[in-house]
């Protein structure tokens, strides 16, 4: 079978993600004896004319669809990016009459919603590449496709899911051939880094969350020799700024010690991060590991330091948790992001206070902080349930595909803002939604590789802050 993949992401925002799915799923299909081509719409000036040139000159008996994002997260500036989806489907539908299968990390999240509103024929949930091998074979012997476990499809309107396939990442670190695939250098030249996931699943409960849904809550560990091997194997192909992007770095923490002394004994010159870890986890042995494995810097996904709201959360660790990561993260080196989200249930005027304290007393001037106002409710999390029973939420699943955000209503949004604003105006390590969302971004990040600047972008936020000040820039 002949397949065309297409990576729809287009946003550049906060910094271009090279489509490490689609990567996997394609190199999957070649393996397994299909033609596969990967369409990475990421840097092309005119979509549209990119996809009806390519199915213009060639004939595919499948077109993929990888969906990395349904949107941006940001209660402030709202971004859809599914919206271009319909169009894209019926571009191809110009041009081709093969089935149109979707998959990516936002169809894990919510996949019969996005297969009605796309128009295309199946969605593939769970991992993409065994499924998707499953799938082409089944329809190359014309094998019904709902045989195949996860996959969704329409039957008259209703989508009908089999149970998805969990594989991927058993045992092994799967790292496609990024160059056979994409403009790997685009990415760079825009301090994107390498994406390498050195595990599946997550055993945390945190209220809003849906990497359980994603990935599964029981974890699928690759073999901290695979992970040494194929960082090992990127660095000879040139590529440095390696990024985990294991779901949480530091959980099981066996786990992420044991890849950490296993790259300390190899040679390599990986600059490495992560940018979820746990504060519950943290303590001074792993921070020496990490150093001594090539970390460059980490982010530390704290959310608050009240209990109440880390509570509220469901976070699993409590206030005493993010003040020892603290503590701990005061005696090390390695430059940390501190990622805080602001509104979630049981947050009040005086638990923001407090989070804001805790930023500016507990945490080291030379670390960033990023601060995230408002929470995405997504269908099936515990927050869809206390936002529809706080009378927050009132519309239909069908309809939370474009974003809708919870605020705890002890707060308003106004003044979350102004005190987040007076923070940031007084602190010029702190990055927030704003600063994230400015296309300005982009221009900073191509400068800054020009210079020579190695990522991770965010270890440079107060030198880039004063002189985007000074000169009158941004604020
Ligand atoms: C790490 C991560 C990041 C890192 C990425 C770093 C990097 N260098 O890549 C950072 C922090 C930068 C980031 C940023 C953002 N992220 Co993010 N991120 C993740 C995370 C945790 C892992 C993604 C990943 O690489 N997975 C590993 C790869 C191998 O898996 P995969 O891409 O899903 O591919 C598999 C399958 O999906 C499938 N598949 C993929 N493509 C295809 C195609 C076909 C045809 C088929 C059949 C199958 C298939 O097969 C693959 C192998 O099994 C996910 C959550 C999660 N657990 O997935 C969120 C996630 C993808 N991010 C999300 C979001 C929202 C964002 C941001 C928009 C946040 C923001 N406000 O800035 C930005 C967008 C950045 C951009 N330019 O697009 C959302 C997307 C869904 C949504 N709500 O819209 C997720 C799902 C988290 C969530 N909230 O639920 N992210």
Not at 81 to 101: C, Q
Not at 151 to 175: D, F, I, K
Not at 261 to 290: C, F
Not at 428 to 448: C, E, F, G, H, W
């Amino acid at each position: 079978m002949e397949i065309l993949i297409i990576s729809t992401n287009t946003n550049r925002l906060p910094m271009p993600v090279m489509p490490y799915g689609a990567c996997i799923v394609a190199e999957a299909a070649e393996r397994a004896g299909h033609g596969a081509k990967l369409l990475d719409l990421m840097f092309e000036y005119d979509s549209t004319r990119t996809v009806e040139s390519e199915l213009m000159h060639h004939t595919y008996d499948i077109i993929g669809l990888s969906i990395r994002n349904i949107d941006n997260n940001d209660i402030r500036h709202p971004a859809f990016f599914l919206k271009e989806l319909k169009p894209l489907v019926r571009t191809i539908r110009k041009f081709s009459d093969a089935p149109i299968v979707l998959g990516g990390a936002a169809l894990g999240v919510m996949p019969a919603e996005i297969l009605k509103y796309s128009g295309a024929s199946y969605a593939i949930v769970g991992d993409g590449d065994q499924t998707l091998i499953s799938l082409l074979n089944a329809m190359s012997t014309c094998d019904p496709p709902y045989r195949v476990p996860g996959v969704a499809w329409l039957e008259n309107g209703v989508c009908r899911q089999t149970p998805p396939m969990l594989s991927h990442c058993s045992g092994t670190c799967t790292v496609p051939d990024y160059s056979r695939w994409i403009n790997a250098k685009a990415y760079s030249s825009a301090m994107a880094t390498v994406p390498v996931q050195t595990k599946l699943g997550c055993h945390f409960k945190c209220v809003y969350c849906t990497y359980q849904k994603i990935e599964g809550p029981g974890y699928r560990l690759a073999s901290p020799e695979s992970v040494s091997e194929a960082i090992q194997r990127l660095d000879a192909e040139g590529f440095r700024d390696i990024e985990f992007v294991d779901n949480v770095f530091n959980s099981p923490r066996h786990h992420a010690l044991e890849i950490c002394e296993g790259l300390a004994r190899k040679r390599h010159r990986a600059r490495l991060q992560s940018l979820e870890l746990n504060p519950l986890y943290i303590d001074t042995e792993l921070m020496n590991a990490l150093e001594r494995a090539g970390f460059v810097g980490i982010g530390i996904t704290a959310e608050s330091s009240s209990g109440q709201v880390l509570k509220g959360l469901g976070k699993g660790f409590s206030e005493e948790a993010v003040y020892e990561a603290a503590r701990v993260i005061k005696s090390c080196k390695l430059p940390c992001l501190w990622i805080f989200l602001i509104g979630g249930p049981g947050e009040t005027k005086q638990t923001v206070e407090e989070t804001l304290r805790f930023a500016a007393t507990q945490i080291r001037r030379g670390d960033t902080i990023f601060f995230n106002a408002g929470i995405r409710i997504y269908p099936g999390t515990e927050l869809e349930k206390i936002a529809r029973a706080e009378g927050a939420l009132s519309i239909p699943v069908d309809e939370m595909l474009e974003p809708v955000f919870y605020l705890s209503p002890e707060i308003e949004l106004e003044w979350v803002d102004k005190r987040i604003r007076e923070f940031f105006d007084t602190h010029l390590n702190v990055i927030d939604s704003d600063a994230i969302s400015l296309p300005l971004l982009t221009k900073i990040q191509r400068l800054a590789c020009r210079l020579g600047v190695k990522p991770p972008l965010w270890r440079h936020t107060r030198p880039i802050r004063r002189i985007l000040r000074y000169t009158g820039i941004y604020r």
